[in-house]
């Protein structure tokens, strides 16, 4: 499912615009992303969390060429699934 079927969805279960339905989904992802922009974690029972987790710096080598290049250290998002959502998967 990508962000235009989770929009579609939305617009039909809850007889809504496409233009209304557009705004939630992209409410709730801005939320997301300003939380974990700030540090934050996110968290949905039953689902998962979410959260950032940061890398440091290392010695990376361009495939291209060859050459050994330092790579700046990083943050990027992570996603834990909860216990609820492995059950129910595993059972279906």
Do not use: W
Request: aromatic share 8%.
């Amino acid at each position: 499912m990508n962000r235009s079927d989770l929009i579609a969805a939305l617009q039909k279960k809850e007889n809504l615009t496409e233009k209304v339905a557009t705004e939630i989904i992209n409410l709730i992802f801005d939320g997301f992303t300003n939380v974990m922009k700030n540090g934050g974690r996110i968290e949905i029972r039953g689902f998962g969390s979410f959260h950032v987790r940061e890398y440091k710096s290392y010695k990376g080598r361009n495939p291209k060429t060859g050459k050994i290049v330092e790579v700046k250290p990083k943050k990027g998002p992570f996603f834990k699934v909860g216990t609820e959502m492995k059950k129910r998967i595993n059972i279906c």
